[in-house]
């Protein structure tokens, strides 16, 4: 009989020493993006990006469909704007949307593909893809050579001039200018091309040689982003350079990443002061990415402080029922702040339910976030995050048939999911394309003799250094079991620590057909510590029901779950339920298990549920509001 123990957070526990021999460089976050792992900040480390391989799943699926759109995507038109502004001949046509001529944030979509794009080369050496990668990074280095300042973008420098003297006037310049810094540092660490990190070293020096002209109150306000829909949004500038600096050991590199970190916001956050209140979500969520990655390099406890309370805010107070945030602004100053983007009162999210909330960069970052904090802590609260988001934000993001994304994900009612078309090119296609581009991540950590199993996909992990592959099938959430099968080389001793998440009512745990004894406690671990054999096979067996969520602020507004997934009534109308939540789960049942679908009777109506991720051209909403009580 296997030793069977419980982790949770209550339980203090010690892990070994991370492998001396672990090459940082195939070290990946859960967002594939280069992360340096210590001990002294790693509790857990994520596989890397080619050691993790989906297996045939619906996850899969939607990770092919994105695929296909990026084989779709012509290089010379992506190259367009940026031969344009280099002085160089394109005869191609120009890109719409916001990548089209005279938009300030065109060449951002061209860092999203190249980080994308480098991901899946990286995974499956794909031949179209890693023959156009190779091709653009050749065409942005001679755009970059014509430019002859280390400077690189799709528009010109003067639109840096006018954000140095009037604070905005110009649309983001660093945001997109950042985007493709770390497309081409991906390329660089996913694909081993040393062309890219050069270009990255020019574009940081270009930086530099900004900055370094600038004095001290003329940045202050320059990176002072507190008003509605800053267009001095400076993206995760923060966060490139240090990760940058993790690659080049330049002190140069950590310092001027250091100039992107601004204490006006950082300090109240390190002093748990709940200021989100009216911020440009996703412009400020990025920065905190980017204390994380200073935190992991200097370990100043100030910027370890101030992400988890960062955290503990958002998911506590700000997120809605999916872990994704932003929508109103309490102060509306602008068309967009009236109805998205911004994050209200603490708290206070019943009022704030128009059809442009949960937008999918803030989705992307807020999962990245969840990620990094899992590998400091090991904390279960964060896996139980990422699951969530994972099932009920990010893969309801994407159109099941046709691969297309929505901007926003609304969740009242009746609304419906306001697909992109693929040629809008606005940030939230170039966030799907790399979100749906690492489906991979966020699955399996290590250290050097335990395993964590964090989601149920089926996939195969590849622990080369243990000499062990582990591979899994299962259907969550339409079904409750998963079978794992291990291949080892020969007899190894060590932990398989499987994720209880806080939706699991039970679980049984059965090692090579025997059932385990053990006491389940949700939002926790079991862990299987034994010498593990050849072809051992251990498999899992999920309990979970119906169950409701309330907001925050309004106790009969509420939402229903299945396990893990967030269902979503088909109705073209507003949802008013004339019942109390005892009986409304009472009188839902199933209705198509192959499709996912339940049936509620309420009043004399009949509602088909089925998850949120599942609903495409169909009206719906996910939150109801409970009148008769």
């Known amino acids: 009989m296997p030793f069977i123990r419980i982790l949770n957070t209550k339980r203090k526990y010690v892990l070994k020493k991370i492998l001396l021999f672990l090459s940082i460089s195939a070290s990946l976050n859960l967002f594939g993006q280069p992360a340096t792992f210590d001990e002294s900040v790693a509790k857990v480390i994520p596989f890397s990006n080619k050691a993790v391989k989906l297996t045939q799943s619906w996850v899969k699926d939607r990770e092919g469909l994105n695929i296909d759109y990026l084989k779709s995507l012509d290089p010379d038109r992506l190259l367009h704007n940026f031969r344009i502004n280099a002085g160089l001949p394109s005869s191609a046509k120009p890109l719409e949307g916001w990548e089209a001529p005279g938009i300030g944030l065109r060449g951002h979509f061209v860092g999203h593909y190249l980080s994308a794009v480098s991901s899946v080369v990286e995974q499956y050496n794909e031949p179209l893809l890693a023959s156009r990668l190779k091709y653009m990074t050749d065409e942005l280095e001679k755009c970059q050579q014509a430019l002859r300042n280390g400077y690189l973008s799709a528009f010109p420098e003067k639109d840096f001039d006018v954000l ?38 020019n574009m940081a020096g270009y930086v530099d040689k900004r900055m370094s002209r600038l004095d001290s109150a003329t940045i202050e306000k320059m990176l002072y982003t507190t008003e509605a829909n800053p267009q001095n949004e400076v993206g995760a500038m923060n966060e490139v350079l240090y990760n940058l600096y993790k690659v080049s050991k330049d002190p140069k590199h950590l310092a001027l990443g250091k100039l992107f970190d601004r204490d006006w916001f950082l300090n109240p956050l390190s002093q748990n002061k709940d200021i989100l209140s009216g911020l440009h979500s996703n412009t400020h969520l990025v920065l905190v990415n980017g204390f994380a990655q200073r935190y992991s390099i200097t370990r100043e406890d100030k910027y370890f402080t101030a992400v988890t309370n960062f955290w503990d805010m958002l998911i506590g107070n700000h997120a809605y029922v999916n872990g994704s945030s932003s929508g109103p602004r309490p102060n509306v100053t602008t068309p967009t702040s009236l109805t998205s983007e911004h994050w209200g009162n603490s708290g206070v999210l019943s009022n704030t339910l128009t059809k442009e909330i949960a937008e999918s960069c803030v989705s992307h970052n807020t999962q990245k976030l969840s990620s990094t904090l899992f590998t400091w802590t090991g904390n279960p609260k964060y896996a139980d995050a990422y699951m969530n988001t994972f099932y009920n934000s990010i893969m309801a993001l994407q159109s099941a048939r046709s691969g297309r994304c929505v901007y926003h994900l609304p969740l009242s009612s009746p609304r419906k999911k306001s697909f992109l078309k693929e040629t809008d090119f606005r940030c939230c296609n170039g966030t799907t394309i790399e979100a749906f581009s690492l489906l991979n991540s966020g699955i399996y950590f290590h250290n050097d003799a335990s395993l964590w199993i964090n989601m149920y996909i089926p996939s195969k992990v590849d622990w080369a250094s243990m000499g062990v592959q582990l591979e899994q099938h299962g259907n969550l959430p339409a079904d409750s079991v998963v079978d794992f099968q291990l291949s080892v080389k020969k007899k190894t001793k060590f932990s398989l620590n499987f994720f209880i998440p806080e939706w699991a009512t039970n679980a049984d745990i059965y090692v090579n057909g025997i059932k385990q004894g053990q006491t389940i406690q949700p939002s926790s671990y079991i862990s299987l510590n034994r010498q593990w054999q050849h072809n051992d096979q251990v498999k899992i067996v999920f309990h979970y029901k119906l169950y409701l969520k309330s907001m925050p602020d309004d106790k009969n507004v509420i939402s229903v779950f299945y396990g893990p997934t967030l269902l979503a009534f088909e109705s073209s109308s507003e949802l008013i339920l004339r019942s109390n939540k005892e009986k409304i789960l009472q009188h839902i049942a199933p209705d198509n298990i192959n499709e996912r679908t339940f049936k509620l009777s309420d009043n004399g109506k009949i509602y088909l549920l089925r998850p949120l991720f599942d609903i495409d051209e169909q009206s719906y909403g996910v939150y109801a509001t409970i009148r008769d009580y």
């Open 164 to 201: 140095e003297k009037k604070f905005g006037s110009v649309w983001a310049p660093y945001y997109t200018y950042h985007k493709i810094m770390q497309g081409l540092l991906d390329v660089y660490q996913r694909t081993g091309s040393k062309k890219a990190y050069q270009m990255v070293l």
